[in-house]
């Protein structure tokens, strides 16, 4: 009976529904920047800008956010650099508030959260209490995003031992300390896949309670990725877990609702594209013939065989 009402739960969820617009690529190079164009983890709209965050790491140069320019219909201009005075971390999400941005680093030295000005300038760190011998490397902090003033961020993998169970945190805006932390349940691998490089790779709210969560695998031996867009809900089912409190099968997780297979999309893209790439930011944009738009962002991990593409779709 418990399984029965646990799957209730997780497959339980508000209707919405997605419509796939169009693509770009964004040039690698671009007047206005001294560093490439790549490593795209993250990224948030302002109009008329988007705001990108660039894993570098300061191996593809400093860490630095790319501001651009959104120019109707579907078109991104206008590149600056801002350049950030930290010390080269791994960054994969960015929120941007009244005035500053709030980045999310996913280790392999620690998990923290970042606030720096809009000039780049450090404000604070918080380093999250996770002992980093429980996350996987690499595998940490991915997703972030702010509705009002909730702060939610979510690992890529689980933690050792939990598998398929992710957590979902939750910080105060201002302090960036933890509150909350929630169970959140990764899809299954499709079976025609074998590769184990999977997880979470964003976040986006669409309310107080209820987000989007963007699920992304890539096969090593087909050479092709999958790539599931789900929309979510708290309520008050949702199991708050202590923190690093050990798996526990009675965990009510996050209810969740498939709500688009980029296999969908696959057959509207050119065919040098269809294998999708490693989509890792997820952002609302300009409203477009009225209708609510959201931009798709894959880092191109500085490769030259992979592509800032970008998927643009409506939701209603």
């Not at 579907?74 to 930290?86: A, V």
């Not at 994969?92 to 500053?100: F, Q, R």
């Not at 025609?192 to 096969?219: C, H, N, Q, T, W």
């Not at 894959?298 to 030259?304: E, I, M, Q, V, Y």
Request: charged letters at 25%; aromatic letters at 12%; one cysteine or more.
């Amino acid at each position: 009976m418990k399984i029965l009402f646990l799957l209730f739960l997780i497959c339980t969820s508000v209707q919405a529904k997605t419509k796939y617009l169009g693509h770009l690529i964004l040039p690698k190079e671009a007047s206005g920047l001294k560093y490439k164009l790549g490593g795209i983890s993250g990224w948030v709209y302002e109009a008329p800008y988007f705001y990108a965050i660039s894993d570098s790491s300061g191996k593809n140069g400093p860490n630095r956010i790319i501001k651009m320019t959104y120019q109707a219909p579907l078109k991104l201009n206008n590149f600056e650099e801002i350049l950030l005075t930290t010390d080269n971390q791994d960054f994969e999400g960015i929120v941007l508030t009244n005035d500053s941005f709030i980045l999310s680093h996913e280790g392999p030295d620690e998990l923290s959260l970042y606030e720096v000005s809009k000039k780049g300038r450090l404000i604070k760190k918080k380093i999250l209490p996770y002992p980093m011998g429980n996350i996987h490397r690499n595998r940490g902090l991915e997703g972030l995003s702010k509705y009002k003033d909730n702060l939610m961020a979510i690992f890529e993998n689980p933690l050792k031992n939990e598998w398929p169970v992710n957590r979902a945190l939750f910080f105060d805006i201002e302090s960036l300390e933890l509150q909350r932390n929630y169970a959140y349940l990764l899809d299954a691998i499709p079976l025609k896949y074998k590769a184990p490089d999977y997880g979470v790779s964003e976040i986006l709210f669409l309310s107080e309670k209820k987000f989007l969560s963007l699920e992304r695998g890539y096969d090593r031996i087909k050479s092709e990725n999958w790539i599931k867009l789900f929309i979510n809900e708290i309520d008050k089912f949702t199991t708050d877990l202590e923190l690093n409190s050990p798996h526990d099968i009675s965990w009510a997780p996050i209810s969740k609702r498939l709500l688009l297979d980029f296999d969908d999309i696959r057959p509207l893209l050119p065919i040098d594209l269809r294998s999708l790439d490693n989509f890792e930011a997820m952002s609302f944009g300009p409203r477009i013939k009225g209708k609510k738009t959201i931009w798709i962002a894959a880092d191109d991990n500085f490769s030259d065989h992979q592509q800032n593409l970008v998927l643009i779709l409506t939701i209603e």
